[in-house]
């Protein structure tokens, strides 16, 4: 069985586009563990996954790390099930490890208003780790309304939904191996009416 990669994809009845192949994914990933390698050199972090979204990239970038490194994981909880964020942060998950005077990398999928993450960032910090490094895989920077810590950005993107490589939509695509973006002329073309004239 193959990755699954397909080129355009219909989730919840709303048509997406491919954006982000597994080739710049892939590529993208080498440099990320690169620099993390160079910088973090000597010492011993703890990668933190925020999940679900997060699982595909930690895996990934993980296996592009040589450094010794651990890892663990912390369950947040904001969208539910729409395309907009809730406003709302809730914890599901506790860590496992012990992470004062660690050094904290975290891991997520998408920083979109920055509310997920800078919350994240002062329940890390209250528990008094050595230091604490943000990593995103995509930025949706013009919806960023927070005034959040990001230090690796794998891709910055325009404020659309997107899909795949561990994103949802209502739990659904997280399973795509490229990332999608919502294509918002063939979802306008689908719902216009048609025209019997
Ligand atoms: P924030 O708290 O507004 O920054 O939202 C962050 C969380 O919302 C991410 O961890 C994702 O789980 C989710 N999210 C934000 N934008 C998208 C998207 O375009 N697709 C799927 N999930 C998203
Ligand atoms: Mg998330």
């Given at each position: 069985m193959s990755f699954y990669m397909p080129d355009r994809v219909e989730c919840n009845g709303e048509e997406f586009k491919l954006f982000l192949s597994k080739q710049e994914i892939d590529k993208r990933l080498m440099e990320l563990g690169e620099e993390l390698d160079t910088d973090f050199e000597g010492k011993r972090p703890i990668f933190i996954g925020i999940l679900n979204g997060s699982f595909i990239f930690l895996a990934d970038l993980m296996r592009h790390v040589s450094i010794p490194a651990e890892v663990d994981f912390l369950k947040l909880s904001s969208y539910g099930d729409a395309k907009v964020s809730s406003g709302k942060v809730t914890e599901r998950k506790e860590l496992d490890a012990d992470?004062?005077?660690?050094?904290?990398?975290?891991?997520?999928?998408i920083i979109d208003t920055g509310l997920s993450m800078s919350y994240m960032i002062n329940r890390i910090k209250d528990k008094k780790p050595?230091?604490?490094?943000?990593?995103?895989?995509l930025h949706k920077y013009e919806a960023t309304r927070y005034d959040v810590q990001i230090?690796?950005?794998?891709?910055?993107?325009?404020?659309?939904f997107v899909l795949g490589y561990g994103l949802d939509y209502a739990q659904e695509g997280r399973n795509l191996a490229q990332i999608y973006i919502l294509d918002?002329?063939?979802?306008?073309?689908?719902n216009e009416p048609e025209d019997h004239a």
């Open positions: 992470i004062e005077g660690r050094h904290i990398i975290l891991v997520e999928d050595a230091s604490v490094t943000v990593v995103t895989l230090d690796y950005v794998g891709f910055r993107i325009p404020d659309l918002e002329e063939a979802n306008k073309a689908k």
